[in-house]
């Protein structure tokens, strides 16, 4: 008797968008992602990268969700792991600017629905966003501090010095949400993402 899969890491009942293709954001070659891929190396340039669709479906709930897909669950936990330490960090640094965390919280909240509507890795965006408002060499510091991984560092630190490729999804949520924040959701004002346009104008409602 063949043994029951479960229905949400079966591929039998996947849809075509379930299996898609991704742009290294190194050197742009086209990399295929299933979408419970936790990260995919570059086959071209060696990069290793976050899935940027990253889809847990019903692992987010499943009590079985660390024997089925355990990749996926601890990039997730860890992901989370990073931004709850980091924001820490970044909380105690702004300690003397109220105000200025409480804009990098908001920030955050856009951040989070734009990377939940539009795909994008979590980790880098998130730690740009939390450390957008802090000095470069003290950013340095905290990513070291947690033991962050090269090309993670690498990545956020190059958002936050406006380096990276000009259709880079991390970029363009990173740029988007700086946007948001700042309260430029003009409706003329040419975003990225659809979803930042969105939120652009409800902010102006």
């Given at each position: 008797?063949?043994?029951?899969?479960?229905?949400?890491?079966?591929t039998?009942?996947?849809?075509?968008?379930d299996?898609?293709?991704?742009?290294?954001?190194?050197?742009?070659?086209?990399i295929?992602?299933?979408?419970?891929d936790?990260?995919?190396?570059?086959a071209?340039?060696?990069?290793?990268?976050y899935?940027?669709k990253?889809?847990?479906?019903?692992?987010?709930?499943?009590?079985?969700?660390?024997?089925?897909?355990?990749d996926?669950?601890r990039?997730?936990?860890?992901?989370?792991?990073?931004?709850?330490?980091?924001?820490?960090?970044?909380?105690?640094?702004?300690?003397g600017?109220p105000?200025?965390?409480?804009?990098?919280?908001?920030?955050?909240?856009?951040?989070?629905n734009?990377l939940?509507?539009?795909?994008?890795?979590?980790k880098?965006?998130?730690?740009?966003?939390?450390l957008h408002?802090?000095?470069p060499?003290?950013a340095?510091?905290?990513l070291?501090?947690l033991?962050?991984?090269?090309?993670?560092?690498?990545a956020?630190?190059?958002?936050?010095?406006?380096?990276?490729?000009?259709?880079?999804l991390?970029?363009?949520?990173?740029?988007?949400?700086?946007?948001?924040?700042?309260?430029?959701?003009?409706?003329?004002?040419a975003f990225?993402t659809?979803?930042?346009?969105?939120?652009?104008?409800?902010?102006?409602?």
């Open positions: 008797m063949e043994q029951m899969k479960c229905p949400g890491q079966d039998r009942y996947w849809k075509p968008e299996i898609f293709v991704a742009e290294c954001p190194k050197c742009g070659a086209e295929e992602f299933f979408k419970d936790a990260r995919r190396r570059c071209w340039c060696g990069h290793m990268f899935n940027p990253i889809e847990l479906g019903c692992a987010e709930w499943c009590q079985y969700a660390e024997k089925c897909v355990p996926l669950v990039a997730k936990k860890a992901a989370q792991t990073f931004k709850e330490l980091l924001a820490e960090l970044v909380k105690a640094h702004l300690e600017d105000a200025g965390w409480e804009r990098t919280e908001q920030a955050m909240q856009f951040a989070q734009l939940k509507a539009e795909g994008g890795d979590p880098v965006v998130l730690a740009a966003v939390l408002r802090v000095e060499a003290k340095r510091e905290f070291a501090e033991e962050t991984e090269p090309e993670i560092g690498e956020v630190l190059e958002l936050l010095g406006g380096g990276g490729a000009e259709r880079d991390n970029r363009q949520l990173y740029q988007d949400t700086l946007a948001l924040a700042a309260g430029k959701g003009d409706t003329r004002r990225h659809r979803t930042a346009e969105r939120l652009g104008v409800d902010r102006q409602r």
